[in-house]
T-cell receptor, first 116, second 111 residues
Framework: SAVISQKPSRDICQRGTSLTIQCQVD?????MFWYRQQPGQSLTLIAT?????????ESGFVIDKFPISRPNLTFSTLTVSNMSPEDSSIYLC?????????????FGPGTRLTVT | DAKTTQPTSMDCAEGRAANLPCNHS???????VYWYRQIHSQGPQYIIH???NNETNEMASLIITEDRKSSTLILPHATLRDTAVYYC????????????FGTGTRLTIIP
């Protein structure tokens, strides 16, 4: 298993500013992901955070808006840049547990972002 | 990812078995069926997964039909803490760990 913490747990930000969200895992993991959950909606994958290289973004998400870093196997950051009210969401990181042939993912508690 | 179809919502009496159906008629032969749930204000939680055979763990049982076009998640003795949104997911491509969350089933356990 993996225990994931995220900072901050919530924040209220003004439009036009940027917020960096941190994700810390208690063990080394191969794969880390960032998801967004807009109010009342399901989760949408933003990108795969790759250790030592650029993140892999899903359709509709770009690096300039959501830059991601992953300096090692236990830590990643997601920045929400030039925020607008439409960016108000819960942002979650997840990791894939070790083991063969499994997609079991562990999710962090999420960061609730409100943009005013 | 193979498309999945789930009822929008369900109710279940506390102490009874909760049976959550999922249709995945376009599933391929080597694709697994995964179930996650999301309790309010928390991140999703893995429940169980299976390929062909029925599976059981400490949380739930997963029944997959012989043709693999549908499955049922069973919570044998539902408690109030099982109130959550339940997601049935069929990830595409073996080794692809990306998850596509649909709308899920909102399960409410009634006291």
């Amino acid at each position: 298993s993996a225990v994931i913490s995220q900072k901050p747990s919530r924040d209220i930000c003004q439009r036009g500013t940027s917020l960096t969200i941190q994700c810390q895992v208690d063990s080394q993991v191969t794969m880390m992901f960032w998801y967004r959950q807009q109010p009342g909606q399901s989760l949408t994958l933003i990108a795969t955070a790759n250790q030592g290289s650029e993140a892999t973004y899903e359709s509709g998400f770009v690096i300039d808006k959501f830059p991601i870093s992953r300096p090692n196997l236990t830590f990643s950051t997601l920045t929400v840049s030039n925020m607008s009210p439409e960016d108000s969401s819960i942002y979650l990181c997840s990791v894939v547990a070790s083991g063969p042939a499994t997609y079991e993912q562990y999710f962090g508690p999420g960061t609730r972002l409100t943009v005013t | 990812d193979a498309k999945t179809t789930q009822p929008t919502s369900m109710d279940c009496a506390e102490g009874r078995a909760a049976n959550l159906p999922c249709n995945h008629s376009t599933i391929s032969g080597n694709e697994y069926v995964y179930w996650y749930r999301q309790i309010h204000s928390q991140g999703p939680q893995y429940i169980i997964h299976g390929l062909k055979n029925n599976e059981t763990n400490e949380m739930a049982s997963l029944i997959i039909t012989e043709d693999r076009k549908s499955s049922t998640l069973i919570l044998p003795h539902a408690t109030l803490r099982d109130t959550a949104v339940y997601y049935c997911i069929v990830p595409s491509n073996f080794g692809n760990e990306k998850l596509t969350f649909g709308t899920g089933t909102r399960l409410t356990i009634i006291p």
